[in-house]
């Protein structure tokens, strides 16, 4: 049993940022990678990033690229998405999951264990 929590969510202005945690706890050796998704009201889930703990690659979705980044800290059980540029598009509640998936996918059925959520709310 894996357990998520995210935090870090808040409200910023257009271009500032954040930086959204994901501390892991259970058996999370059995995970492969971790995805960041997003879903804004009245929207579908969207996949953000993925990060494999086996050996660090990373996706990103189009819409992120270049602006986000993720990264972990093994010591701490911890994965962060940190968030740059963001715009109003950007508002919805935050997830992330756990996959035994060994390539990048951002399909959210493959994804086992999930975190509550942190809402980012993106607005001037």
């Known amino acids: 049993q894996v357990h998520l ?3 870090g969510g808040g409200l910023v202005q257009p271009g500032g940022s954040l930086r959204l945690s994901c501390a892991a706890s259970g058996y999370t050796l059995d995970a492969y990678a971790i995805g960041w998704f ?5 929207k579908e889930r969207e996949g953000v990033s993925w990060l494999s703990l086996d ?5 990103y979705a189009d819409s992120v690229k270049g602006r986000f980044t993720v990264s972990r800290d093994n010591a701490k059980n ?3 998405l ?3 540029g963001l715009k109003p598009e950007d508002t919805a509640v935050y997830y992330c999951a756990t996959t035994k998936i ?3 996918t951002m399909s959210s059925f493959l994804y086992d264990y999930w975190g509550q ?3 980012v709310t993106v607005s001037s």
């Open 5 to 7: 929590v995210e935090s």
């Open 38 to 42: 997003r879903q804004a009201p009245g």
């Open 55 to 59: 050996d660090g690659k990373t996706y």
């Open 78 to 80: 911890t994965v962060y």
């Open 82 to 84: 940190q968030m740059n």
């Open 102 to 104: 060994t390539i990048a």
């Open 117 to 119: 959520g942190t809402q």
